[in-house]
């Protein structure tokens, strides 16, 4: 059973930063398709980074300049790195995996809390 587990959220004065961290279990990572998401109450959930197995990387609009993702498959770890924050990033993140076998399955962490103080 492929398991994700986000950490690194918190609170943090606008124009801080954060490092949200993701570790999976149970997949061969370094084939995954993997990308951090946020939803905010009353809100749907969207895409904030995605990155390739091959590490092509895709981010929003919002945050193109200020958030990078990045991977480790030594350490079967995605990372997004959070700059310049702004009070509008507030919400709750999820990591998610797109795992392929036969046909293509997602998986999701918990979630993890950012809120950003103005």
């Known amino acids: 059973q492929v398991q994700l587990v986000e950490s690194g959220g918190g609170l943090v004065q606008a124009g801080g930063s954060l490092r949200l961290s993701c570790v999976a279990s149970g997949t061969i990572f370094s084939r995954n398709d993997m990308g951090w998401y946020r939803q905010a109450p009353g809100k749907q959930r969207d895409m904030v980074a995605a990155?390739?197995?091959?590490?092509?990387?895709n981010y929003a609009e919002s945050v193109k300049g200020r958030f990078t993702i990045s991977r480790d498959n030594a350490k079967n770890t995605v990372y997004l790195q959070m700059n310049s924050l702004k009070p509008e990033d507030t919400s709750v993140y999820y990591c998610?995996?797109?795992?392929?076998?036969?046909?293509?399955?997602?998986?999701w962490g918990q979630g993890t809390q950012v809120t950003v103080s103005s």
């Open positions: 998610k995996a797109v795992v392929v076998n036969l046909r293509s399955y997602n998986f």
């Open positions: 990155i390739s197995s091959s590490g092509t990387t």
